[in-house]
């Protein structure tokens, strides 16, 4: 099987590939090492060193490409291959394709679409360029971003940001690490959410608790929770949360 498409197969999934850093000379700690991989990845059967981001190109030059998408609001985010250089992504494009971030994404999903489209652009386009039919394309260096990797307190709610925001939050962090706050002392992750335009309530306030409507007041508008997952606990519904956890209107979330 060619190298690229196990290479594909392993940066598409869930885990990371460290022949990826290996090209940036950054997977293991020490320099000899890093350009002893290198070189043999270098000599792997797909001399053409392409590779995949599961990214556009030059937004997105970001810790996890899913969860920054979703975190910024974006309405689309694609997939990149890519010539790899020396540099960190910054090898020219062969090709590349966006695709629709839709309401109901989370980094869970974003990512399956991208993998898939990854996969087929992959098939469609590689072809071309061993071929020598499609020639790469230089990247705009001067509307490339980078950002720092996520960290741990961004994934605590602040219920004083505003509905739209707090959503984005929880289905860019969903479902790991997961977006949390606090009840009574003890974390909550919650992980399913949608901003409600028709209630307001205090920031944390529980506005709604019936049935399996969760409503939790933000800095403007509200967040209906669907799904949760207390600490050291299973993921629930936000009815068997409720019921388990006795919420009621009025109690707040920190």
């Known amino acids: 099987m060619p190298f690229f498409i196990v290479y594909g197969a392993l940066y598409g999934s869930s885990m990371d590939s460290r022949w990826h ?17 290198y070189e043999i990845a270098q000599q792997q ?22 969860a920054a998408a979703l975190l910024d609001g974006r309405q689309e985010t694609g997939v990149t291959i890519m010539l790899m250089d020396e540099g960190l992504d910054t ?10 971030i839709e309401e109901e994404d989370d980094a869970l999903t974003l990512r399956g679409k991208l993998a898939l489209l990854g996969a087929r652009l992959v098939l469609e386009e590689l072809p071309g360029f061993l071929s020598g039919k499609t020639v790469p394309r230089p990247q705009e ?8 990797p996520i960290r741990k307190e961004e994934a605590a709610i602040d219920w004083t940001r505003d509905a739209m925001t707090i959503f984005n939050q929880v289905r860019a962090l969903s479902p790991r690490p997961g977006a949390h706050t606090w009840l009574e002392g003890k ?4 992980l399913r959410a949608r901003p409600r335009q028709d209630v307001a ?25 669907y799904e949760l997952q207390p600490e050291g606990r299973k993921v629930m519904g936000a009815g068997e949360f409720m019921r388990g956890y006795r919420i009621s209107e009025g109690d707040l979330f920190a």
């Open 45 to 66: 059967p797909c001399d053409s060193g392409a590779l995949g981001r599961l990214r556009m190109i030059p937004k997105g030059w970001e810790r996890s490409s899913t």
């Open 141 to 148: 260096e001067g509307h490339a971003t980078y950002a720092d």
């Open 201 to 225: 309530a205090a920031p944390g306030k529980v506005a709604a608790a019936a049935g399996d409507a969760l409503v939790v007041g933000a800095g403007e508008q509200a967040l209906q929770v």
């Open 91 to 100: 090898g020219p494009v062969i090709a590349s394709e966006k695709v629709a």
């Open 187 to 190: 974390r909550v992750k919650i």
């Open 21 to 37: 850093e290996c090209g940036h000379r950054t997977a293991f700690r020490t320099k000899w090492m890093n350009d002893v991989i």
